[in-house]
C-alpha cells in the first residue's frame, strides 16, 4: 500500500503561518483545524515565523510607563502597608474565653452548669 505526500502550495503555508502568528492558538490546535499534522506546521513556522504577511490581529500592548511620581506615590504606600503589616504581626495574641464557654454551650451540645 504505498500512500502519497500531500504537497501544500506556498500561499496556504504562509496563511497557515500567518493564522499561528495572528490568533495566538497554540500550533497544535491551528493544525487540527487545517487538517494537517502539528509537527509540518511547527516547521512551516520555524521556516516562514519572519515571513509573516499580515500584521497580527491581537496587537502586543505594553502597560504604560509610570511617571516617577507615580512610582514615589506607590513606594510609599507600600511601605506604610508594610509596616502596618508588620506591627500586626508584632503583636502579642489576647486568649478570650472559647466560643463555646460564652454561650453556655460545649460543642457537643451540652449545657454548662
Partial sequence: MSTTRRVFPEVFKREAVDRVISSGLPVGKVATELGLNETVLRRWVVRLGGQATRPARRPMTQ??????????AENARLRRENERLRMERDQPYTFDEPQWRLSGQRTNGELLS
Fill in 63 to 72: 502597560a504604560p510607563v509610570a511617571s516617577p511620581s507615580d512610582l514615589a
